[in-house]
């Protein structure tokens, strides 16, 4: 109750409004993209009709299925994005709260409620409007959380489910996180290698659809060359800009 009401205090501002302005509004436009190819017979999507782009193909796909779906029963595209990010929320924080209880009841509650209101989600969401990374990152305590303890099946199908969603998430967040998540996964290991066998292949079984094309595929676009032209110094502001900015939020 205590986080979904914490919860409904992030997103009321939204509740009101059809929509918001973002920097990325193309969320909405993605799932009607992906509309159009599952109904030209993509299953799964790879190529956006009637574009004939691939977007995705290389794009991390997952919030758009989501989206997509809720759409289908909210019969609303602006509705399903936002009911996606309110239960992404939502969520995140128990995730935080199952991760950090294992140090006691109270670390989680703070430890949930410090996640759920960090400046960073804030921005993703109210002004870059980064729908797939907000979703990854509140995939991100139940991954550490999966890989903790996969002693039992049933723990290892949840790893292995819990990761393939990760990686159908958002292209970088996972791979930033991987170097992070094997140290945890070393600290937490079990008995066995034969524990690891199960949501390994649960993981690439699950997500080979989106995994193979992203790895095999990428020299048939211009995706690495336009990376390789972005000026990273441009990227680094000076801390007077941390607090006066002029985006106007």
Known sequence: GLFLLLAIAIFWPLFPNVWYPVHDTTSIARAYLLADSLRHGQIPALWAFPIQYPLFHFYAPLFTYLSLGVKALSGSYFLGVKLVLFATCLIGTLGMYRLASRWGRVAGLLSATAFALLPYAAVNLYVRGAYAEYLSLNLLPWVFWAWSDISGNR???????????????????????????????????????????????????????????????????????????????????????????????
């Open 155 to 249: 723990r290892q199908l949840f790893a292995g489910i819990i990761t393939t969603l990760f990686l159908l998430s958002h292209n970088l967040i996972p791979l930033i996180t991987f170097p992070f998540l094997l140290v945890w996964i070393i600290i937490h290991r079990p008995s066995t290698i034969v524990h690891y066998l199960l949501p390994t292949f649960v993981t690439l079984g699950l997500g080979a659809f989106y995994l193979l094309p992203l790895f095999f595929e990428r020299q048939f676009v211009v995706a690495d060359a336009i990376a390789q032209t972005t000026d990273y110094a441009r990227h680094f502001v000076a801390p007077s800009q941390l607090w006066n900015s002029l985006w106007g939020f």
